[in-house]
């Protein structure tokens, strides 16, 4: 899942968390889906199976986005022909449904005409409205107002009321201050379009973690600024009559790496206020997974009494492996493994954070 992902709140304030989920399928920028590959079906299925255990009956709609598993409209291919043409949205909903995990479509303004009448039944069936994925370059090419091409797309969909719609406005990749500056000037303009009805939340979407910490010297604390948000404060202060949500992507890239994976060293990507802080150890170190052991000490050495183990389950690990000596169940784990423990630890630091300050 990811926070545009985590759309002041970053998401809709029924639920008590305040993030609403979005939740991607596996994205074509990553790995590409070819005939000598799993068919559509299995991984249609295998994402239905995870989501599902993630997100279970009872839990309110997650937002969920399958664009990347579409195919890229090769009519002669075999992922054209599948399920007779039946957008992987409509086939990912209508199985979550069958298993009881409410969730809503993610659509975006450039998607063909045949997604929004293939989803206009399950909109009406579920009654969890959709959220509209806005970015930039679905400006290119109309002469529109950014307002009246989101309610064609709410009327293609079957959906009547604005109330019923969650909007995002992603800027994507946010690498530098410049970046801020020309998307700030630029939302200025799409905002206030934006906010001309009364949609059920409107968010402000960007990413700011680089593609890799190459930038960051090993055994050493990296401070990389969290210009997503700085975007986000940005607009949130126009007079547009409404609160805008935050959304980002965590500590990740917006676009998935492409090529093969290579062994990441012990890491660790920490949120706080402004900023992220990063240490990593040495790939060729004899100790391998191990130093992740001296990078939670070190961590939590260098946060004092400011670090809180109870904020969420990665804090709690790292305060675990920081404390490796008087704790033999602590293990160093895996890429995956801090991956899960940063990405835990962002979602309830921007959770605290929007309850008590109203920012992110």
């Known amino acids: 899942m990811e926070t545009p992902g985590t759309p002041a709140n970053p998401t809709r304030p029924t639920l008590p968390t305040t993030i609403k989920p979005r939740s991607t399928t596996p994205t074509k920028r990553h790995r590409r889906i070819r005939a000598d590959e799993k068919p559509r079906e299995e991984i249609i299925a295998s994402a239905v199976k995870r989501i599902a255990n993630a997100w279970p009956t009872g839990r309110p709609p997650l937002a969920l986005d399958a664009a990347d598993l579409e195919s890229e409209g090769d009519a002669d291919s075999d992922e054209a022909d599948s399920d007779q043409g039946v957008p992987a949205i409509r086939e990912l909903i209508d199985h979550l449904q069958r298993s009881g995990t409410s969730a809503a479509p993610v659509v975006r303004l450039a998607d063909p005409p045949e997604n929004f009448e293939a989803l206009r039944e399950s909109c009406s069936r579920d009654g969890h409205g959709a959220l509209i994925r806005v ?127 290579f062994a990441a060293p012990p890491q660790l990507r920490y949120t706080v206020d402004d900023a992220w802080l990063v240490l990593k150890g040495r790939r060729q170190d004899r100790r391998g997974h191990a130093q992740f052991f001296d990078i939670c000490r070190a961590l939590v050495e260098r946060e004092g009494a400011a670090f809180r183990p109870d904020l969420s389950w990665g804090d709690n690990y790292i305060w675990d492996a920081a404390h490796s000596v008087n704790s033999p169940v602590a293990r160093p784990g895996n890429a995956t493994t801090w991956r899960s423990i940063a990405t835990s630890h962002h979602l309830a630091w921007v959770a605290r954070s929007l309850r008590e300050r109203d920012e992110p």
């Open 135 to 261: 970015t930039p370059n679905d400006l290119d090419d109309s002469v529109l107002p950014l307002d009246r091409l989101i309610e064609a797309r709410v009327q293609d969909l079957g959906i009547g009321s604005p109330a019923l719609i969650d909007v995002i406005l992603d800027f994507g990749a946010v690498g530098g201050e410049n970046a801020v500056a020309i998307a700030s000037r630029l939302g200025r303009f799409l905002v206030s379009d934006l906010t001309r009805q009364p949609w059920r939340t409107v968010a402000v979407a960007a990413g700011a973690f680089p593609s890799d910490l190459s930038g960051v010297q090993a055994n050493t604390f990296g401070v990389l600024p969290r210009l997503d948000k700085e975007l986000w404060q940005n607009l949130n202060r126009l007079d547009v009559g409404r609160p805008l949500d935050f959304a980002d992507y965590a500590v990740a890239h917006p676009l998935l790496p492409v090529g093969g994976a």
